[in-house]
């Protein structure tokens, strides 16, 4: 079996900000009631013109530049998503045609907020096995589009963006040691978006008017303990199967959902929070596209170094939850 590495990583911003003190203007809520609960400050938004593969497409350019490689190169796309362009075609098809990857095969990854992770692992499978040499994985999101911006529990999480690596060969001992996925169906209901599927369509003026098509959190208190929980287990199993601590570990690069959620991480793990990249005060929850931001940022601002071991995680809808070790 072949080795398989990151060897470029890019991100993408949508640039119009909506900050704490802007919601407060059309919803029942405070900047400082946002911050303590949540750590978050502010979000991006899309554009209306803008669809997920507009994202995408830049991340994919960075990360294909970082890689010294042309879309053209590219033999793999893989793309989680839950808010792609359209259901059919799938968002990487889109994105296919906007990068000019004529010699790529793409698809669609859905594992919500874990959807990274699961995608990453999928790519990786091909290029291990011979099937491709090369795979652009990214993960890209407009949550604002699926939201009741009076749900105020809700709305104020979650903001929209785009991060994406290019995989390959590369050599022994480095790249991805293990991955770890979980699902557990049971508890779906927690993080729903119930409208818009088979269940609910053809989409009608009654499931609009019970906004069926926007993303339901009823069990977000729920799915906060479990978070908690899945995040730190992941972690053991990713250590207790290379056999390495978390002294070895340069940084952990998790899912940003909520920065209760990784203090309560860092606690049941025993690790100070600089253990712990976090971007989540600029950015909210952008779903499956917080992990590879988060490790387009670490790779820039130096945190991640050649050779260092690295740790992603993350937990979402579905439920789903997973893990990737990887030796920079
Ligand atoms: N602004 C001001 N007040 C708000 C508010 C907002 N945006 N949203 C809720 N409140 C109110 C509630 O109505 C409640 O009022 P009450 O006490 O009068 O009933 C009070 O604040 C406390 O609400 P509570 O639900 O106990 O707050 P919390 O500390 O549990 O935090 C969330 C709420 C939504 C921030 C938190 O549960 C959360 O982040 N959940 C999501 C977990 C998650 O992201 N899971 C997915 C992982 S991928």
Same mark, same amino acid.
């Given at each position: 079996?072949?080795?398989? @590495?990151?060897?470029?990583?890019?991100?993408?911003?949508?640039?119009?900000?909506?900050?704490?003190?802007?919601?407060?203007k059309f919803l029942d809520t405070s900047d400082e009631w946002i911050m303590t609960?949540?750590?978050?400050?502010?979000?991006?938004?899309?554009?209306?013109?803008?669809?997920?593969?507009?994202?995408?497409?830049?991340?994919?350019?960075?990360?294909? /530049?970082?890689? @010294?490689m042309t879309a053209e190169a590219i033999e793999l796309i893989v793309m989680a998503t839950i808010t792609p362009d359209t259901h059919?075609?799938?968002?990487?098809?889109?994105?296919?045609?906007?990068? @000019?990857?004529?010699?790529?095969?793409s698809f669609d990854v859905t594992a919500a907020c874990t959807g990274f992770i699961f995608?990453? #692992?999928? /790519?990786?499978?091909?290029?291990?096995?011979?099937? =491709?040499?090369? /795979?652009?994985?990214?993960? #890209?999101?407009?949550?604002?589009?699926?939201?009741?911006?009076?749900?105020?529990?809700?709305?104020?999480?979650?903001?929209?963006?785009?991060?994406?690596?290019?995989? /390959?060969e590369v050599e022994d001992g480095k790249g991805i040691l293990?991955?770890?996925?979980? #699902?557990?169906?049971?508890?779906?209901d927690n993080l729903l978006m119930p409208g818009g599927g088979s269940k609910t369509t053809p989409i009608? =003026?009654?499931?609009?008017?019970?906004?069926?098509?926007?993303?339901?959190?009823i069990g977000a208190n729920q799915s906060f303990k479990v978070a908690v929980k899945r995040f730190a287990e992941v972690c053991e199993e990713a250590l207790a199967h290379n056999n390495v601590t978390l002294d070895d570990i340069k940084i952990i690069v998790p899912h940003q959902a909520n920065l209760r959620i990784l203090q309560g991480v860092a606690k049941r793990l025993d690790v100070p929070m600089d253990k712990i990249y976090v971007n989540i005060e600029r950015y909210g929850n952008i779903s499956s596209a917080t992990v590879p931001i988060a490790l387009d940022e670490a790779v820039k601002d130096g945190t991640i170094q050649p050779g260092d071991l690295v740790l992603l995680a993350?937990?979402?809808?579905?439920?789903?939850?997973?893990s990737s070790l990887i030796r920079w």
């Open positions: 079996m072949k080795r398989v @590495g990151i060897i470029g990583t890019g991100s993408y911003l949508p640039e119009k900000v909506l900050s704490n003190f802007e919601m407060e609960r949540t750590g978050i400050r502010e979000r991006r938004v899309a554009k209306a013109s803008e669809a997920a593969s507009d994202l995408a497409q830049v991340a994919c350019k960075r990360a294909l /530049a970082a890689a @010294g059919c075609p799938a968002g990487a098809n889109w994105l296919e045609a906007k990068l @000019g990857a004529k010699h790529a095969v995608a990453l #692992s999928v /790519a990786e499978q091909y290029i291990k096995t011979g099937v =491709y040499r090369n /795979a652009l994985v990214v993960a #890209s999101e407009i949550m604002t589009r699926t939201l009741d911006w009076t749900d105020r529990e809700t709305c104020i999480l979650w903001g929209d963006g785009a991060g994406a690596v290019v995989i /390959a293990s991955t770890h996925l979980h #699902s557990d169906g049971a508890g779906g009608s =003026y009654k499931s609009v008017d019970k906004k069926l098509h926007t993303l339901n959190m993350a937990f979402g809808g579905g439920l789903t939850w997973g």
